[in-house]
C-alpha cells in the first residue's frame, strides 16, 4: 500500500507533514495488537493553525479542508507508527471528528467528509471507515477541526 498511497500523495500534489509532535502530556499513537491508536490530530495547513468556528467564521468548504489536512497528520502519523512504512497498513478502522461549531451549525458530516473522502480516495476500499463527526463548543488553540483515527497493521 505505500506505493499505491505515496503515488496517490504525488498524483493529487500533497505530501505529508512531519508527525507532529505532542501538545501536551500524551503519546502521539498506540499500537494494541494490530491496532494503531493515533491521537487526535488539529487542522494545520501551510501557514500554521486553521482556526474558527464553522458556521461563524469558516464555511463548510474552509472546514473540509481543514478536515483534510487532519487527514494527513494522521496518515503522517501511522507512518511513524509503522517505521515508516506505510505498506504495514491494512485499513483505516474508524475517525472520529470533532469540529469547533457555531451553536446553529447542523454540517458537521460534511466537515469531516474532508478528511473521510481524502482517506479512500489515497487508500480505496481500505479508507473506507467506521466514523463519528460531532460538534463541539471549542477545540485546543481554537482550532476549527480536530480528528483521531485507529488503523489495522499487518
Known amino acids: 500500500m505505500t506505493h499505491s498511497i505515496e503515488a496517490k500523495l504525488t498524483e493529487l500534489g500533497?505530501?505529508?507533514?512531519?508527525?507532529p509532535a505532542p501538545a501536551?502530556?500524551?503519546?502521539?499513537?498506540?499500537?494494541?495488537?494490530n491496532l494503531v491508536?493515533?491521537?487526535?490530530?488539529?487542522s494545520?495547513?501551510?501557514?500554521?493553525?486553521?482556526t474558527g468556528k464553522l458556521g461563524v467564521d469558516l464555511?463548510?468548504?474552509?472546514?473540509?479542508?481543514a478536515a483534510r489536512t487532519c487527514a494527513l497528520s494522521l496518515?503522517?502519523?501511522?507512518?511513524?507508527?509503522t517505521g515508516g512504512d506505510l505498506s504495514k497498513i491494512k485499513r483505516l478502522v474508524k475517525m472520529v471528528g470533532f469540529v469547533n461549531s457555531g451553536p446553529d451549525f447542523i454540517e458537521q458530516p460534511k466537515v469531516i467528509n474532508g478528511a473521510s473522502d481524502l482517506m479512500v480516495e489515497l487508500m480505496g476500499d481500505a479508507g473506507r471507515h467506521a466514523r463519528?463527526?460531532?460538534?463541539?463548543?471549542?477545540?485546543?488553540?481554537g482550532v476549527?477541526?480536530?480528528i483521531e483515527a485507529i488503523f489495522e497493521v499487518v
Open 59 to 65: 464555511t463548510v468548504e474552509q472546514g473540509a479542508a
Open 132 to 141: 463519528s463527526a460531532v460538534s463541539a463548543a471549542s477545540l485546543p488553540m
Open 37 to 42: 491508536h493515533v491521537s487526535g490530530q488539529i
Open 14 to 19: 500533497l505530501s505529508l507533514p512531519s508527525a
Open 75 to 81: 496518515l503522517a502519523q501511522a507512518k511513524a507508527a
Open 24 to 33: 501536551a502530556n500524551y503519546v502521539p499513537f498506540v499500537q494494541a495488537g
Open 144 to 146: 476549527s477541526v480536530e
Open 44 to 50: 494545520n495547513g501551510p501557514d500554521g493553525l486553521i
